[in-house]
């Protein structure tokens, strides 16, 4: 079964790429690996759910804020690589999560996203992974999420 076919059999339809919100590029690729930028919980233009994990923002929010990212994330590969699959590996998912000084469980919020990483790529899927705590992120979004990947030879 190929990405595409793993996608729709979970439901997942991927919309187009959000575009840069910045004086960057979405994507690089160096060598056979590919830099993403981070990519924010959007759908359209809007960020479904704004504010600071652990005041305005619960965990499982959170949580669908990050899944959404990945979604977007995918999406933005799909477009710049031409096929998610070209990726060979996922090696690195660098989370943040804007929270309260008491709030600790950015691992919790970051599992909705390495959880579909799996489920969708299998054992290509499995990485490694930060989940950094944070005091804002851009226009306000609880969860913003980059990756390292290597391509197919």
Known sequence: MNINDKLASLGIELAPAPAAKGSYVPTLVVDSFVFVSGMLPLVGDTIPVTGIVGATVSPEEA?????????NMFSRLATDLGSLD???QWVKLT???ASTPEFTAQPTVMNAASDLVVEVFGEQGKHTR???GVSSLPLGTPVEIEAILRLKA
Request: glycine content about 6%.
């Open 63 to 71: 949580q669908a804020a990050a899944r959404q990212c990945m979604i």
């Open 86 to 88: 070209k990726i060979a």
């Open 95 to 97: 989370g943040f999560v």
């Open 130 to 132: 930060s989940a950094v």
